[in-house]
């Protein structure tokens, strides 16, 4: 942990925050302190965006090629140093080591992934229909670029957002979650060891999120706000962006439908069920909400399921973020119970000291209960039957939600079907996780704009022009 950069990156400095004040670092685990990390102020942050805006032009106008190359070289670096990482974020977030390698594995992609974008960005040039001239249309990144990460996937959602907005030419500051800067600070340092020049990638953790964010938002140098976090938060940063008609990409929060019919595939249901829900400890916003389940085979699934949760334990699977986080899945627990969800295992929190909760599933959850409307965020799955192939796309799309649903059936048209009917961004046939950096992921509804991975990704850092060439 030593060597984990704690200071804020400005220019290509390693800097203390202004007023020299720090903020805590814990292990979720045990509490225990790993590290102080430079509390930056809205001044250290608008310092982050002038270095970011110095080195805009010259980072636009370097080749295609030669930035491609810089992300690959990233993308090497990251590859041996894979344990440094995962170990990292297995201390500053608590997901588990294997967990841990799994996202470096992930989050390395999309280094790889626009590496090799950035020289592909091309455009358009033909004859007006009038034929009295050419059409010429083209990208050019969009400009210094602010970028806002959760702390619930500390590397692949930075990687997610520099890489494309690096290969498309853009300058970024990057503010890390207050929980988990530590992975953000780490990589940063290895982009400026292959050659990232100075001012192309800023980094500013702070304890004050809502200050810095509101200064850069209103700064008129600022081209684009990309934000992964909360719907809430979501909406307020779009509020702010509305006054200076600033480009805003927004991944924010879900309710993934997991239905299961009765033709499904059970042994694979189950273990599609146990990574959609309980990877990354539930805190994932593509974690897996409600699962709906045909009511023939609702008991069955029921009772498989708990079987194989059974085998789980809350310090295998690993500890929630914080005690908060604790708490409110507790509440959601009750509020289901209350409701007359039949508790088949699980539903309290672990003693003793970390921010577990044990792995738990609930049946029979009533309509109205908290956790169908909300984001659990945290190890409980909360089953539903339903009775027909209408009533699960109903159930499916009655959220506020369109992240990601995830279906179980051997039926292909049925499948079809659901892809039309289901209101989300992403769809997995038997399928439990279906990130990938070489395709667009993001949402519909009030999980978010914008879409990150795939040849879509980069197009959220680089404006289109269009020229009329007139003989
Ligand atoms: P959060 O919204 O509380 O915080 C996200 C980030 O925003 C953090 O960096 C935080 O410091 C910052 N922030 C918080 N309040 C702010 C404010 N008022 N102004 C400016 N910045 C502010 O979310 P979280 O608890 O860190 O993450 C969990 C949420 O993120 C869940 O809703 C989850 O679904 C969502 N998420 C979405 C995706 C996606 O791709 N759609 C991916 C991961 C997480």
Same mark, same amino acid.
């Given at each position: 942990?030593?060597?984990?950069?704690?200071?804020?990156?400005?220019?290509?400095?390693?800097?203390?925050?202004?007023?020299?004040?720090? @903020?805590?670092?814990?292990?979720?685990?045990?509490?225990?302190?790993?590290?102080?990390?430079?509390?930056?102020?809205?001044?250290?942050?608008?310092?982050?965006?002038?270095?970011?805006?110095?080195?805009?032009?010259?980072?636009?106008?370097?080749?295609?090629?030669?930035?491609?190359?810089?992300?690959?070289?990233?993308?090497?670096?990251?590859?041996?140093?894979?344990?440094?990482?995962?170990?990292?974020?297995?201390?500053?977030?608590?997901?588990?080591?294997?967990?841990?390698?799994?996202?470096?594995?992930?989050?390395?992609?999309?280094?790889?992934?626009?590496?090799?974008?950035?020289?592909?960005?091309?455009?358009?040039?033909?004859?007006?229909?009038?034929?009295?001239?050419?059409?010429?249309?083209?990208?050019?990144?969009?400009?210094?670029?602010?970028?806002?990460?959760?702390?619930?996937?500390?590397?692949?959602?930075?990687?997610?957002?520099?890489?494309?907005?690096?290969?498309?030419?853009?300058?970024?500051?990057?503010?890390?979650?207050?929980?988990?800067?530590?992975?953000?600070?780490?990589?940063?340092?290895?982009?400026?060891?292959?050659?990232?020049?100075?001012?192309?990638?800023?980094?500013?953790?702070?304890?004050?999120?809502?200050?810095?964010?509101?200064?850069?938002?209103?700064?008129?140098?600022?081209?684009?706000?990309?934000?992964?976090?909360?719907?809430?938060?979501?909406?307020?940063?779009?509020?702010?962006?509305?006054?200076?008609?600033?480009?805003?990409?927004?991944?924010?929060?879900?309710?993934?439908?997991?239905?299961?019919?009765?033709?499904?595939?059970?042994?694979?249901?189950?273990?599609?069920?146990?990574?959609?829900?309980?990877?990354?400890?539930?805190?994932?916003?593509?974690?897996?909400?409600?699962?709906?389940?045909?009511?023939?085979?609702?008991?069955?699934?029921?009772?498989?399921?708990?079987?194989?949760?059974?085998?789980?334990?809350?310090?295998?699977?690993?500890?929630?973020?914080?005690?908060?986080?604790?708490?409110?899945?507790?509440?959601?627990?009750?509020?289901?119970?209350?409701?007359?969800?039949?508790?088949?295992?699980?539903?309290?929190?672990?003693?003793?000291?970390?921010?577990?909760?044990?792995?738990?599933?609930?049946?029979?959850?009533?309509?109205?209960?908290?956790?169908?409307?909300?984001?659990? @965020?945290?190890?409980?799955?909360?089953?539903?039957?339903?009775?027909?192939?209408?009533?699960?796309?109903?159930?499916?799309?009655?959220?506020?939600?369109?992240?990601?649903?995830?279906?179980?059936?051997?039926?292909?048209?049925?499948?079809?079907?659901?892809?039309?009917?289901?209101?989300?961004?992403?769809?997995?046939?038997?399928?439990?996780?279906?990130?990938?950096?070489?395709?667009? @992921?993001?949402?519909?509804?009030?999980?978010?704009?914008?879409?990150?991975?795939?040849?879509?990704?980069?197009?959220?850092?680089?404006?289109?022009?269009?020229?009329?060439?007139?003989?």
């Amino acid at each position: 942990m030593n060597a984990v950069p704690t200071r804020l990156l400005i220019g290509g400095q390693w800097r203390p925050a202004t007023d020299g004040a720090e @903020f805590p670092v814990r292990n979720p685990a045990d509490g225990s302190l790993l590290a102080s990390v430079a509390d930056a102020t809205a001044d250290d942050g608008v310092a982050a965006l002038d270095a970011a805006v110095a080195a805009a032009a010259e980072w636009a106008a370097t080749a295609p090629r030669t930035r491609g190359e810089l992300l690959r070289a990233a993308f090497d670096a990251l590859q041996q140093r894979r344990e440094e990482f995962a170990t990292v974020m297995t201390a500053e977030m608590g997901k588990p080591y294997a967990e841990a390698l799994g996202e470096v594995t992930y989050g390395g992609e999309f280094l790889r992934w626009f590496a090799e974008e950035a020289p592909r960005v091309a455009g358009r040039y033909g004859p007006n229909p009038e034929g009295t001239g050419l059409m010429m249309v083209s990208h050019r990144p969009v400009g210094p670029s602010y970028l806002i990460t959760p702390w619930n996937f500390p590397l692949a959602m930075a990687t997610r957002k520099i890489a494309p907005a690096l290969a498309a030419g853009c300058t970024v500051v990057i503010k890390p979650a207050e929980q988990t800067p530590l992975t953000t600070l780490l990589f940063a340092q290895l982009l400026t060891e292959v050659g990232v020049p100075p001012g192309v990638v800023n980094v500013v953790p702070t304890s004050a999120p809502v200050l810095i964010s509101e200064r850069l938002i209103t700064d008129p140098r600022l081209r684009k706000l990309s934000f992964t976090g909360s719907t809430a938060v979501g909406r307020s940063l779009l509020a702010q962006a509305a006054g200076g008609v600033l480009r805003t990409s927004m991944e924010l929060g879900g309710n993934a439908p997991f239905l299961v019919f009765d033709d499904a595939d059970l042994d694979a249901a189950v273990a599609g069920a146990l990574q959609a829900k309980f990877r990354n400890i539930g805190q994932a916003c593509t974690a897996a909400n409600r699962f709906l389940v045909h009511e023939p085979i609702a008991g069955e699934f029921t009772q498989r399921l708990t079987a194989a949760v059974k085998e789980l334990t809350a310090e295998t699977i690993g500890p929630l973020i914080d005690q908060r986080a604790v708490d409110g899945v507790g509440k959601l627990v009750d509020d289901a119970v209350t409701r007359g969800a039949r508790l088949e295992i699980g539903g309290r929190a672990v003693e003793g000291p970390g921010s577990f909760y044990e792995p738990t599933v609930l049946s029979g959850v009533a309509p109205g209960s908290r956790l169908l409307r909300e984001e659990i @965020f945290g190890p409980v799955v909360a089953i539903v039957p339903f009775t027909d192939e209408d009533e699960a796309v109903r159930l499916a799309n009655d959220t506020e939600y369109g992240l990601v649903a995830y279906a179980y059936t051997r039926d292909l048209a049925r499948a079809h079907r659901l892809i039309d009917r289901l209101e989300t961004g992403m769809f997995g046939l038997n399928a439990g996780v279906v990130s990938n950096a070489a395709a667009p @992921f993001g949402g519909v509804k009030q999980s978010g704009l914008g879409r990150e991975g795939g040849i879509e990704g980069i197009h959220e850092y680089l404006t289109t022009t269009y020229a009329l060439l007139c003989r």
